[in-house]
């Protein structure tokens, strides 16, 4: 069987574009170089599917035509005078094009997942501003790496192995000897310790305390360097040279502590949020010292206190070593186009999430117009959700607000938000089923490839979409 | 015991939601709240036993799972999911975004099972409009 190779991965914000796959009787009999978790939805995409039209008759969700599914999506959405269009970052672009076309039709809100995910980064970097690059940039350039409250070993699996430390570029090296060796060190150490406690009982063993991982490997100035800052020892915390631990909220202390070194002031205190100034110091000095500087960081910084004010922080970190060497910041993006949400809103309605058009013209203020300040308020009166699960991810307030009102799912899954609605239209999968456009984390478009074929009757996201759309502005027109 | 509690992806969070969210492997790798072993102790849990675990918004059961790499004592770990986001709060402070890390919560063990997702669902938004099974 021939493999089909070069597919792009549309599962989170990395899009590694070097997947191969085994197609066997229209399913997929193998993928190679995925991650788990591209691996766990190119082998596992079709399991827990539902593949019928279904609508709410009598409190049961009732298998219909595809026809009627759409009928009854256009008469909630044409008779509501707020409804939220929700969803949006696993769909392609081309979808998320007619969508926004339906939101202004209806005079709706439409809001992308980044509203709960880096929304306050979008709001920080609409304030400061961003020095970026792309990821071919950081893979051959990058000799200093700093993932800030974000764990890549569970969230973006390949993000270090394609673009960051493990990568071999240009004019950058791997760290993987350098780990691999100091991993074997730390088993070996592990192990004479745990002999030691049995000889000498715990609590009295005679070995030195343990070295700081910097002392211990004395890096030169030109190696390639990893710093990981995150609350929890993750396992990106264990390939990092460097590793700070931060208490819960505090990222915003360490971060303008940090401004203040890379300015040459002096900290009169010994410590910052549970981190001694001597460790900042060392950070400061490597940050400087580094020729080309990347900081990735993840919704550690957003979904704690301070939000946007922790990125706005990041920043501006980022723009004062700037003034003494290169130095770039990227947000860690979650899911394969949630970068591609905010590109199309933008370009459509010129805004990047939580765009409200009930007065005809697109209004953007998170905070009132975004998601889920819409449902704690109770505004809205109906909702149209694609590609995501709301009832899954929003606090508990916000989903009863969301499930009191007739909602709409559009998903190739049977999510609990599915569970919930009034109409479940089943969707083909976007980069398996059906092509379509994303884009990378650093805003880079990639093309979506279809390699088997949808059961029958599920159309894509888009196809779906631009039906109810029509059938809306025919209801509107016949009511006119 | 008063913590701090964090929210957050895993590996296993993200291959579950893949393998659909009415599955098994989805339940077991989100129902769960990584502990710090010294918290653990102290609350007389162990690895497996069930914590309740309780903001001003509401309680959730979930499963207690030792982990080491949560070392500051006093903050537990639950990853994305419903059970986690029962006991979260949606006021945003004019953001958009609702606190997600780093929430006060409070944790004790318990002896109520852990419930399933849709039992989940049916508990906290009463009527659920289920599927007709034929």
Redesign the interface.
Known sequence: MPAISNIVCP??GCCCDDIEVIVKDNGIAEVRNAC??SA??FE??S???NTSP?V?KN?????VSLDEAIERSAQILAGSSYPILYGWSSTSCEAIKVGLELAEEVGGVIDNTS??CH??SI?AIQEVGLSGATLGQVRHRADLIIYWAS?P???H?RHMERYTALSEGRFQKGIWKRLSLRLHADSVRKRISRIAELIFKRGTSPLPPKESRAERHRLSVEERKVIVVD?????SADIADYFI?V???EDYAILQALRALIRDEELDVEEVAGVPVETLEEIADIMIDCKFGVLFFG??L????G??RNVDAAIKLTQDLNKRTKFIIMPMR?HFNVTGANTVFTWQTGYPY?VDFSHGYPRYN???T????I??RGDSDAALVVAS?P??????????SL?DNPLIVIDP????TA????VVIPSAFVGIEAEGTAYRMDHVPLPLRKIVDPPEGCLPDEEILGRILKQVRELRNETA | MKVSLVTGRTIDQGCGKEYGKLSKEYTESVAICEMNPEDMKMLKVRDGDRVKVATEHGSVVVTAKKSRRIRLPGTIFIPYGPWANLILASDTDGTGMPLLKGVRADVEPTDEQVLDLQDLLVQSYGQIKTLRRD
């Open positions: 599962v989170c788990a978790l766990a939805k596992h995409y399991t827990h599917r279904l709410r409190g049961e969700l009732v298998k509203t709960v929304g306050p709001l764990n070993w569970s969230a699996p609350v929890r020892r993750t396992r631990q208490e819960p909220g919704v550690g957003t979904m704690s206190r939000k946007l979650g939580a998170p905070g009132e975004s998601v889920i300040d449902l704690r699960d009832v899954n991810n929003f606090p508990q307030k916000a989903v009863h499930v899954h049977l999510s609990s569970l919930m609605a009034d």
